[in-house]
């Protein structure tokens, strides 16, 4: 069974850091694609990074040398390293998966069609 488990959502100040973790159980990360996506309460859905199966990631400009998508092969977990958090980056964050080996440019859209694994999301919220 495949699974994905988003951990390390909480609340924390403007300016402050978070790390988010996707722990991957039912596959291993070699031969899938990875995106963190968020949502924000009347919003749509927003892709915010990816780190491809060929090795590569991509950013929107709206998080782009703040946030950082790493994985650990050795623990089969995900991470999203958030830095200088602003309150429009408050959202429920989501962790998803795409099996496709040895992709070039993982995509952004968080379509299910893309996208066919997800987690359950984690809570974060940016506030003083």
């Known amino acids: 069974q495949l699974q994905l488990v988003e951990s390390g959502g909480g609340l924390v100040q403007p300016g402050g850091s978070l790390r988010l973790s996707c722990a991957v159980s039912?596959?291993?990360?070699?031969?899938?694609?990875f995106g963190w996506f968020r949502q924000a309460p009347g919003k749509e859905r927003e892709g915010i990074s990816c780190?491809?199966?060929?090795?590569?990631?991509n950013y929107p400009d709206s998080v782009k040398g703040r946030f950082t998508i790493s994985r650990d092969n050795a623990k089969n977990t995900v991470y999203l390293q958030m830095n200088s958090l602003e309150p429009e980056d408050t959202a429920v964050y989501y962790c998803a998966a795409r099996a496709l080996r040895f992709e070039k440019i993982c995509p952004l859209t968080p379509r299910i069609d893309l996208y066919q694994y997800w987690g359950q999301g984690t809570q974060v919220t940016v506030s003083s």
């Open positions: 039912g596959f291993t990360l070699d031969s899938y694609t």
């Open positions: 780190s491809s199966s060929g090795g590569s990631t």
